[in-house]
């Protein structure tokens, strides 16, 4: 019975988490035929069958997070199977097939268990197939329903009854984690028995994490375990873009069919400050320091489901036009849940977006392992000083969060200003494509 496992999803992907299975224990199988719908650390992806078969195990139940090479299902590929159950009668088996069997339940079960199997009383004969699945799975066929001519037992009677038994285990576990707790045993929120003195909350709703939650969580804990944060600001004066995007903006998206935001002026003058300084474009891996030569920039997607990170591959050889179709192509098929694997994949350095929602200054987590990550806060007019004279601009911040294991604060500090000139030099002779 051939086995599926869980597979390497990306280079750095270590483990994953089974989201919905898409097939039932009993339901066939083609090769090549999504089975799971599986969310790593990079991306939602399903997970193909490699036998045409039936669906005969399932070992990891949706939620649960398993490390790659983990076994997930089992599946048979026995054509004799099928065949068993679509073309014989309620009658006996072929002789030759029964004394087979019988020999071989005889060799493993010297003390007749097995074989007792094989005849009950007021009952036909097992199929070789049924007598397997029940020695594997210690099933008592007796207490199997049959749903075959004159009530035998078939395959997928012994293949069902199997995943019957497995969601009532789940169920009865669900059941324990979710029981009220004894008089006089307070619990806390997670279902744990709460510390002394702290009383039980009766309008505490517990809201299990999602897969891709759980995902998020387990990264954001690395990255701010294993990387020393140190942070950064500067403001900026964005009058010079804002006045420049009003005024394009609108042939902009009717020529090209998509929006023309703040966001792709941003991510320009961050990989052209990249490649001024090449150390920010970098990882810390295995007590190196590894500097990218090429730049691709990964884009924070708010979704339904949580924060996805799509990556523009080459950004520096785009034109602002270039990343806002980069930009908004990747932002649709995020949110519809369309990413591929090779869309998140290799990012180097990541732009963040929080000014979308208002944010004004904010101090991000690093997108592991890369070096930095900007934030690009919300554009507000504010009152400033320009020649001794107070004036009303367009500002914004820029933040900077960065390992400093590979940065320190005067490299940072020199690529935030390269950032802070490219974006005040925005104006009416600008380039857009």
Not at 212 to 234: C, F, G, L
Request: glycine fraction near 8%; charged fraction near 25%; aromatic fraction near 4%.
């Amino acid at each position: 019975m051939p086995d599926v496992k869980m597979p390497q999803l990306g280079e750095s992907v270590t483990e994953g988490t089974i989201e919905k299975w898409l097939k039932r224990v009993g339901e066939p199988v083609a090769k090549y035929e999504p089975l799971a719908e599986v969310v790593t650390d990079k991306v939602h992806a399903e997970i193909p069958s490699d036998f045409t078969g039936v669906l005969a195990e399932i070992l990891v139940p949706e939620g649960a997070t398993v490390g790659v090479g983990t076994v997930i299902c089992r599946i048979t590929e026995d054509d004799t199977d099928t065949g068993w159950e679509e073309g014989r009668t309620a009658a006996a088996p072929d002789r030759e097939e029964v004394q087979e069997e019988r020999g071989r339940a005889d060799a493993e079960d010297p003390a007749g268990g097995a074989t007792g199997m094989l005849a009950p009383a007021g009952r036909a004969r097992y199929s070789p197939a049924v007598l397997r699945l029940a020695r594997e799975h210690g099933i008592d066929l007796e207490k199997v329903p049959g749903t075959g001519e004159g009530g035998r037992i078939t395959r997928k009677d012994v293949l069902a009854y199997i995943d019957r038994m497995r969601k009532d285990h789940a169920s009865e576990a669900t059941e324990e984690a979710v029981r009220p707790a004894s008089v006089g045993e307070p619990r806390s929120a997670n279902g744990r028995p709460a510390a002394r003195g702290i009383q039980a909350q009766d309008d505490v709703e517990v809201i299990p994490a999602s897969p891709i939650r759980r995902t998020i969580a387990r990264r954001m804990v690395m990255s701010k375990r294993e990387a020393p944060h140190a942070w950064t600001m500067v403001e900026v004066d964005a009058s010079g873009l804002v006045a420049l995007r009003e005024r394009v903006k609108a042939d902009f998206e009717r020529r090209e069919g998509v929006p023309l935001t703040y966001l792709p002026f941003f991510i320009k003058a961050a990989v052209e400050a990249l490649k001024q300084f090449p150390t920010v474009n970098a990882a810390w891996i295995d007590d190196a320091i590894h500097v990218h030569r090429r730049i691709h920039v990964s884009i924070a997607v708010a979704t339904n489901d949580g924060l996805q990170v799509p990556v523009i591959r080459d950004a520096d050889r785009l034109s602002i036009a270039g990343l806002a179709h980069a930009v908004h192509d990747l932002a649709v098929r995020a949110r519809a849940g369309r990413l591929t694997l090779a869309d998140v994949e290799g990012g180097t350095f990541t732009v963040n977006n929080t000014g979308a929602f208002g944010s004004v200054m904010s101090q991000p987590i690093l997108n592991a392992p890369q070096a930095a990550i900007l934030s690009v806060e919300a554009i507000v007019k504010r009152p400033v000083v320009i020649d001794d004279m107070i004036a009303i601009r367009s500002m914004v911040n820029l933040c900077l969060s960065l390992d400093h294991r590979v940065l320190d604060g005067w490299v940072a500090g020199q690529f935030l200003r390269a950032i802070k000139e490219r974006v005040q030099s925005y104006g009416e002779d600008t380039v857009l494509y």
